[in-house]
């Protein structure tokens, strides 16, 4: 049995939010549980933009990895807000409550993590984004969207959702869950011929 010790995340649950504050702990949750932090802060030259600790670790994310991964996790809660006032100001607004989007999470998270890292969707109109490497090294390939499964999707959403992922060369994926199967279907735009 390899060495936990090694593999563990430190996170620290600062006023209702969840944040990995040192690299180490970010790159196991990269490695170990192929989820991802968002960086609250980057930086961008004329080469390239750089991510800076720390990250923030959404509430749907935080229940998927207490569930696989709490043996590896340690949460440290902090009282002391002083110390923190500057991270907690930075992220006021990034508030993610809505437990429509948590079930949606839960939906596919089990079934497309094992491949994809998943991440929020809504810079491009989605639920998610899946990954096949960590997102700064690589675009993401899938902007899924969640459906009810007896829902029906009207064609204008269809169309507006294949254009977001057409401008961002993205496939757009469409999934639902009927309580046995994941259902998928994908869309892309074909280039033009003329």
């Known amino acids: 049995m ?35 932090a968002s960086p609250l802060e980057t930086y961008k030259s004329k080469k390239k933009t750089v991510s800076y600790i720390p990250a923030i670790i959404y509430p749907h994310q935080i229940n998927y990895l207490f569930t696989k991964y709490g043996h590896i996790l340690t949460i440290t809660e902090s009282r002391d807000v002083s110390f923190y006032a500057k991270l907690c100001e930075s992220v006021r607004n990034l508030n993610i409550t809505d437990s429509e989007l948590e079930n949606k999470f839960e939906q596919i998270i089990n079934y497309f993590s094992p491949l994809y890292f998943i991440t929020d969707g809504f810079k491009f109109g989605c639920d998610f984004l899946l990954y096949v490497a960590p997102p700064p090294c690589c675009h993401c390939l899938y902007c899924v969207t969640v459906y009810d499964y007896e829902e029906l999707i009207q064609p204008t959403e269809i169309l507006s959702k294949m254009r977001s992922s057409h401008t961002t060369n993205k496939y757009a994926l469409f999934v639902s869950n009927n309580n046995q199967d994941i259902i998928q279907i994908s869309f892309q735009w074909n280039k033009t011929i003329l």
């Open 2 to 36: 390899e060495n936990q010790v090694g593999k563990c995340i430190n996170i620290y649950h600062i006023e209702e939010k969840y944040y990995i504050c040192d690299v180490k702990s970010f790159k196991n949750l990269i490695q170990e549980c192929r989820a991802y």
